[in-house]
């Protein structure tokens, strides 16, 4: 069971509120696409601990991405996992690692990010819809 948590700080929800409402055109600017992460790697000049990411977005081709999550994942667990990804940010250098797409997650009490995943098999690329 899932424990209840009050939120206090400004950048939690507050009162059950969201705090920046969008209109349906500014979210369907948003390229939110399933994909297969196809190669995982350490990052050891990362400044946090991370690791470096490849993912299959069908179409859209294979992208690489950093994410700090090796509290919860070891590579092996995240190999052909597929995940949840923003793919129309400008790409961002990350040390040295060009990011083409920002793979999705919820930060957990502990600070370890829980990676956002479909509960189904979706093909590489699907947009969320």
């Known amino acids: ?22 209109s349906w055109d500014d979210f369907e600017k948003v390229e939110i696409r399933v994909g297969t ?3 995982v790697s350490e990052f050891p000049e990362a400044r946090l601990p991370a690791y470096k990411l490849k ?4 179409l859209f081709g294979v992208k690489k991405s ?4 090796t509290k919860l ?36 009490e502990a600070g370890e990010v829980v990676l956002a995943v479909p509960d189904k098999p979706v093909r590489n690329g699907t947009n969320l819809s």
Not at 55 to 58: I, S
């Open 55 to 58: 993912v299959d977005l069908g």
């Open 66 to 69: 950093s994410a700090q999550i």
């Open 73 to 108: 994942y070891r590579p092996e667990d995240l190999l052909n996992r597929q995940v949840v990804c923003v793919c129309n940010f400008p790409p961002k250098q990350i040390g040295p690692v060009m990011s083409e797409v920002l793979v999705t997650g919820f930060i957990g």
């Open 1 to 22: 069971m899932l424990k209840e948590v009050a939120y206090n700080d400004k950048k939690d929800v507050k009162m059950n509120k969201p705090q920046n409402i969008i």
């Open 37 to 39: 992460i196809v190669d």
